[in-house]
Structures are given as C-alpha cells and as structure tokens.
C-alpha cells in the first residue's frame, strides 16, 4: 500500500471509500463511457451509450437495449482486483464503515465486502416487471433477445439505474450518512462527473480526503492527498 495513504489510514478509526469505474478497469471492465466505448457503440448502434442506456430507450427499442447490454456491460468472469481485496480487508479490520460505489458489477461483494451501498444498482439483480419474479445474471446472460420471466413470461428488467431515472431512496440515506460520519474519505477511480452520485462527497465533514485517480477531477483541490496512479497499485499490497 502506498506509504502515505498507509499513514492516514493508520490513524483513521472510521473510512468510507467512493469508487467509480476506474476501480473496475483494473479487472478488465471497460468504462463504456471512455473515448472507444463512445465510439464503438456510435459505430455499431449508431446511439450514444447514454442514449442506449436511457429508459426512454429501454422502452422504446428494448431489442437493442439488451443486445447493447449484454455485450458491453455483463462481465460475470471478472475477479476482484487489489483495490477491491484491500477494501475488503480493511472492513474485516473495522476501519472501513462502506463502500460507496457507482459500479453495477458486484466485484466489491465477490472481493468479501459486505457494507455496499450501489447508488446505481447491480447487474446482479433483475426483476420480472409484472410479477416481481427475482432472476440471476445467468438467467439474463443465456436469455436470447428480451429475457422473460419463468413464472409469467413478463420481461425481465436489470436492477440497474437507468438513465431518467432516480436512485433509490434508502441507498441515497445510507451512503450520505456513512460520508457524513466518516474521519478519512478515499475517493477512487472515478473524474466525479457522473451526478447526483458525484454530489455525495460535499457531504464529507471529516479530516482527510484521499482522492486517486488517474485523470484530473473537481475535487483534486480541496483532497488532502491526491494520486494519479491505477487504484490497485495504490491500494494492493
């Protein structure tokens, strides 16, 4: 672990880490929201992944919705990389309180975390829109075109935030309380563009702000620590 967060953790008692895509890219998750997914999915769909992943879109073309979902955003085979192990072991410690995190890929959980509060929903869960009928990420992997539920045949709907819509309301209190009562903040792999999510940290009342990614953010000047380096590196032992 990098010495100087090493430091501020060491005299830490209460850490919430905010991560972003950034922290999924060291598993081999692409951001789709990067200079070639923009352009691969203008190329192939002829839509911005924002668009395709609006829920305008998701009613309107649902065909090419999920054809665009389960290419680009369905990873099952990722495994946690060093920044999800050392988070996870630093809850196991009892100095991390949550992870706060706009990934919809699990990887937190799968690392060991259990205290993750997943402000825009997790590819893991989906729902029957009809019947509430619960599916895994297989069901919805080996579906062909628009998945169907197995009890009633309504279509299943990915527990995932689309654009358009609001996040849910008890993952909102949950993760503003555990920032506002946390003394160290790591914010990591994430540029803090992506709102209301990215709006969370101004809830910070704490005394370190630790703030690594690779690219430049909003926040780099009020950070008591800030590092350009790949989240893994700077957390992994």
Known sequence: MDERVKRIIDRSGSIVFFGGAGVSTESNIPDFRSESGLYRARSEYGYSPEQMLSHTFFVQKMDVF???????????????????????????????KAVVTQNIDGLHQKAGSRTVYELHGSVHRNYCMDCGEFHNLQYVIDSEGIPRCRKCGGVVKPDVVLYEEGLDENTIISSVRAIENCDTLIIGGTSLNVYPAAGFIQYFRGDNIILINKGETSYDGKADLVIREPIGEVLGE
Do not use: T
């Open 66 to 96: 999920y054809d665009y979902y389960k290419k680009n955003l369905l990873y099952p085979d990722a495994m946690p990389n060093k920044a999800h192990i050392a988070l996870a072991r630093l809850e196991q410690e009892s100095r991390l």
